[in-house]
């Protein structure tokens, strides 16, 4: 059978290989020397959201003129990047959502696309 030989990190020389345990994320390897080497993956899936908002003022008026918000998130139903676009315009009257979503080349296609007039029952 060969020699399995590491080079330990603290002696800097190379040392034969006694027993290597294997765990669950890794390893640990116990050389001729008597110092251990531990070897640890770990993995995690993280997600990450953005969000952006705006309000169009003017002075003297309680409501904006204009509001919105973007962001991007993942769809619930394909599970895919998706970016919402929600905007209320109150000079042209009207509440605009558009929805594009990520295909397989990693191009934007435009899945749903609503306006409607948007009623502001007060002066602005």
């Not at 590491?6 to 800097?12: A, F, I, S």
């Not at 640990?28 to 020397?33: A, E, F, P, Q, V």
């Not at 599970?79 to 979503?101: L, N, W």
């Amino acid at each position: 059978m060969q020699d399995y030989r590491m080079l330990c990190p603290t002696c800097k020389e190379e040392k034969d290989i006694l027993v290597i345990e294997r765990f669950e994320d890794g390893e640990t390897i116990k050389l001729s020397c008597g110092h251990r080497l531990h070897n640890v993956e770990k993995t995690e899936v993280i997600g990450l959201r953005d969000q952006a908002g705006w309000k169009h003022r003017r002075p003297g008026y309680k409501k904006p003129i204009e509001e919105g918000k973007e962001r991007t998130k993942i769809s619930g139903e394909t599970k895919r990047p998706t970016q919402e676009a929600i905007r209320v315009d109150r000079i042209g009257k009207k509440f605009v959502h558009i929805v594009r979503e990520q295909n397989e080349c990693g191009e934007w296609e435009i899945v749903h696309e609503h306006e409607d007039p948007f009623p502001d029952n007060s002066t602005t």
